[in-house]
């Protein structure tokens, strides 16, 4: 019975260490750059500069199959898979939707880079653009994410912006911060375009 006490105590020590390490690795990751324009209860306004992005596009409607399968291929373009075999630094977050009838998960490149410095990927499903500059919506939620807890806080801000009359555009997105070995201390977010104007009139 010691013996066993002994194990689950060494065992819990190597667990919570290895969390300490993963959430200091984690602050230490280059976060894409945006600007809190206004606080909200439920939700806050966030202007993102434009950003150079690696993305895969799928036919999957679970954030599970497309964290799987878009994971892989986005992380072997990173860890290599291009043209000139370069490392790519890791950056958070990850963005993720699920369409109708096409899904995406895009990768964030580090700052300094852009379509012209990039390599090109290996694997042809890994496509490089940039996104525009644009104001969004976001909420954040804390755990591991769901297709059911994604759905919840969809809704949640959704009716947030239309009690504040604020119009959105476009996807709702989903943004994952944490690898998915990191137990505590994990940030989750849903954003959406919105229109600007709106921001100004309701001053």
Do not use: C
């Not at 200091?24 to 993102?48: G, H, L």
């Not at 496509?127 to 919506?137: L, R």
Request: glycine share 6%; proline share 4%.
């Amino acid at each position: 019975m010691k013996i066993t006490l002994i194990v689950i105590g060494i065992i819990s020590l190597i667990i919570v260490i290895i969390q300490i390490y993963t959430s200091m690795a984690t602050n230490k990751t280059e976060s894409q750059a945006y600007k809190v324009i206004q606080t909200e209860k439920e939700f806050e306004i966030r202007y993102y500069p434009k950003a150079t992005m690696a993305m895969i596009t799928s036919d999957v409607k679970s954030y599970k199959e497309l964290g799987s399968t878009g994971f892989r291929k986005l992380a072997g373009y990173i860890f290599g898979g291009n043209k000139d075999q370069k490392q790519i630094a890791m950056t958070s977050p990850v963005h993720m939707h699920i369409g109708d009838s096409v899904s995406t998960m895009s990768f964030v490149m580090p700052a300094g880079y852009n379509q012209d410095n990039l390599p090109i990927p290996n694997n042809s499903d890994v496509t490089i653009s940039t996104s525009p500059d644009e104001y969004v919506a976001a909420i954040q939620f804390g755990g591991f994410s769901s297709n059911e807890n994604v759905k919840q806080q969809t809704a949640m801000l959704e009716n947030a912006l239309k009690e504040k009359h604020i119009s959105y555009y476009g996807n709702f997105r989903y943004l994952g911060y944490n690898p998915p070995y990191q137990l505590f201390g994990r940030r989750n977010e849903i954003i959406v375009s919105i229109n600007y104007n709106d921001i100004i009139q309701n001053k």
